[in-house]
């Protein structure tokens, strides 16, 4: 699942490419060289810099937003229009997310399958991890969690949806592997049992301090034992049934290409653009409590829905893309392997994170949104338990996405 959300996001940047002549630089090498080129330090030049740069920026459509992001933190250090800041900044989260998954790519050719599948689990939410860390550090928990579910929920019916429409324009029943498909399905149902679980907690205790630091601590042993899980799915997807994971079709069909950029180059561009994110992240983040306030929007609404289409708009556009090629196996490993990575392993990482800045946030959820998960699995799990799919149940999946945008809407914060 992790390595064919890898090769999803390499065909959509080569989808994506300009043609340019750095593409005569990519025959066998990077463009940079790696450690051990001799010659790495004699190529190494400004020109060379800039060759890198331009094939970089010209790798993705998206990153013509990319103009958004001196643009946003330039409103944000001069505290302007709070609509602009936040605008902006959410913008300019596009391209960067976009680029944080290309460095990811490189380095993921460079240190092989293994290595990269964990550079993948690892960065393959970046955007969400970064937001919910500088959130949580705001006490921000309302965002955080909205911000979370919002991720599932967008991968699980928006993504997933119009991944199984766009498979059925060309084919009239779209075909997938439905041992894996149901595999992912039965660890996100353990991921939702671990939401279940403390909101029955809380709705049969009764309410007092005792209880409440309770509350926090089965939601921080969860968080360890979901975490442990993680660890087990990644170990049963790189080792011990990667034959079963991966796709091999799709690999007889279009070989990998040699990456663009040598090891530090790759590392360079991580580290950049994580700074960047960061700086925007933390804008966007400080600019939440004015245009709630100025909108007349709720918290929970722009983190549940706002949020994680932003976020995550690059494995949106690659997931549909793949779908109308015909290839719904890796549809379903963007989109359901991302529910997976924020419900096994970003939700329980910031509740852990949480108890190290002494900031009170557990895995339990209001009980309109924990039904609302609960619903959007059951009904995912009906969908694609045959290994089939057709059209008309992707508009199922985004009819329930529209109904639960409607509902978070209008539903005011302190009661959702």
Not at 7 to 20: D, K
Request: charged letters at 10%; proline letters at 4%.
């Amino acid at each position: 699942m992790i390595e064919r959300l890898n090769v999803a996001r390499t065909r959509l940047n080569a989808m994506n490419s300009f043609p340019s002549s750095s593409q005569d630089h990519r025959e066998s090498t990077p463009l940079l060289g790696t450690n051990n080129d001799p010659t790495f330090a004699r190529h190494f030049s400004f020109t060379n810099m800039l060759l890198v740069t331009r094939s970089v920026l010209f790798s993705n459509y998206l990153n013509i937003l990319l103009v958004f992001v001196p643009l946003g933190l330039i409103w944000g250090w001069m505290q302007w229009s709070v609509k602009l800041i936040f605008l902006f900044n959410m913008l300019a989260i596009v391209p960067l997310a976009s680029l944080l998954s290309f460095a990811t790519e490189q380095l993921s050719a460079i240190a092989g399958p293994t290595i990269g599948g964990l550079l993948n689990a690892t960065f393959g939410n970046a955007i969400e991890l970064i937001v919910g860390i500088l959130a949580l550090k705001e006490g921000e928990l309302r965002v955080v969690q909205a911000s979370l579910l919002g991720s599932i929920l967008s991968n699980l019916l928006l993504v997933l949806g119009m991944c199984l429409v766009a498979g059925g324009i060309k084919q009239q029943i779209s075909k997938f592997n439905v041992t894996v498909a149901q595999t992912m399905m039965a660890m996100l149902a353990l991921s939702t049992a671990t939401l279940l679980i403390p909101a029955a907690f809380h709705l049969t205790v009764p309410q007092n301090a005792h209880n409440e630091d309770a509350l926090i601590t089965l939601s921080r042993g969860t968080s360890v034992l979901v975490l442990i899980v993680y660890i087990l799915l990644l170990v049963f997807q790189l080792r011990t049934h990667r034959d079963v994971c991966n796709d091999p079709v799709a690999a007889f069909e279009e070989p990998e290409e040699p990456p663009m950029l040598g090891i530090k180059a790759a590392c360079a561009m991580l580290a950049i653009v994580t700074v960047v994110v960061s700086l925007c992240a933390d804008q966007l983040v400080s600019s939440i409590d004015d245009l709630t306030k100025e909108v007349n929007i709720s918290k929970t609404f722009v983190g549940l829905i706002i949020l994680p289409i932003v976020g995550n708009a690059a494995e949106h556009v690659t997931a549909v893309i793949v779908s109308l090629r015909g290839q719904m196996d890796l549809a379903l490993g963007v989109a359901i392997g991302s529910s997976l990575q924020i419900a096994l392993f970003l939700a329980p990482f910031l509740v852990l994170v949480g108890a190290f800045i002494s900031q009170p946030l557990t895995l339990y959820f209001e009980a309109f949104e924990t039904v609302i998960l609960f619903v959007s699995v059951l009904l995912v799990n009906y969908l694609i338990q045959d290994g089939s799919s057709h059209w008309l149940e992707g508009v199922q999946l985004l009819a329930l996405y529209g109904i639960i945008v409607l509902a978070f809407f209008l539903y005011p914060d302190g009661s959702a």
